[in-house]
């Protein structure tokens, strides 16, 4: 199977910058979601990555290194609002475009 | 315009009642998937649609679960026999098709379903 891991929680405080890692198997790969999910709502996307490198998106930003099997979301100008669940997911098939979801980073932002 | 729907938004069912669920997907989505969260989990897969074909449903956890899309558009999601096991969040996330030249296809998700099961 596919393992996608990270982290389970993370705090920060707002107006800073965090980093919420995942880190997935590598053999069969065909792209990579960051979805935010508040709670009780349902995931909206964030990012896609499929080749190296950083994608920029306003204050949120995403890397992907193919080679290691690793991913990051960097969150910039932390708000209270971005308090929420950070899905990593693993595209498990090309053929459908299926995602293996990670258990989600839960992030809370403190004043 | 209208996003994914979802209905009904919370279901109580007793042990061994059938449920259905219902999912309705951005107009125009080929693609429809269902997936199922337990609670401080992420989703998991249970079964994809393309159009009114199912092409997979090795997400299934047993044949007690059932989902059809008759007509290419709407679709269910029924479970026979309900166990407490069952109690999850389902949800319905529907894209404009499965592989572009660049990647993968967006998906959009629905509210969810809560389903509990006492």
């Known amino acids: 199977g596919q393992n996608i891991d990270q982290p389970t929680e993370m705090t920060a405080t707002e107006g800073a910058i965090v980093q919420i890692n995942c880190t997935y198997q590598?053999?069969?790969?065909?792209?990579l979601f960051w979805y935010q999910q508040h709670a009780g709502e349902a995931p909206t996307f964030l990012s896609y990555n499929v080749l190296d490198g950083l994608e920029e998106k306003g204050r949120f930003s995403s890397f992907l290194s193919r080679s290691k099997g690793y991913s990051y979301l960097l969150l910039k100008e932390l708000q209270m609002k971005d308090s929420a669940s950070y899905l990593c997911?693993?595209?498990?098939?090309?053929?459908?475009?299926?995602?293996?979801f990670g258990q989600g980073t839960t992030l809370q932002v403190k004043p | 315009g209208a996003g994914v729907s979802q209905s009904p938004r919370y279901k109580v069912a007793k042990r061994g009642q059938d449920v259905a669920l219902r999912c309705d997907p951005i107009?125009?989505?080929?693609?429809l998937f269902w997936y199922q969260q337990a609670l401080g989990q992420g989703p998991e897969f249970l079964t994809y649609?393309?159009?009114?074909?199912?092409?997979?449903k090795s997400g299934l956890p047993s044949d007690r679960f059932f989902a059809e899309r008759p007509e290419g558009s709407v679709s269910t999601l029924k479970i026979q026999r309900t166990q407490q096991e069952d109690s999850a969040v389902y949800l319905c996330?529907?894209?404009?098709?499965?592989?572009?030249?660049?990647?993968?296809?967006?998906?959009?998700f629905g509210p969810g379903t809560r389903l509990t099961v006492t």
């Open positions: 649609f393309q159009n009114e074909a199912q092409l997979d």
């Open positions: 996330a529907s894209s404009l098709g499965f592989r572009t030249r660049d990647g993968t296809y967006e998906q959009y």
């Open positions: 107009s125009g989505h080929v693609s």
């Open positions: 590598t053999s069969g790969f065909n792209g």
């Open positions: 997911a693993q595209v498990g098939s090309s053929n459908t475009g299926k995602l293996i």
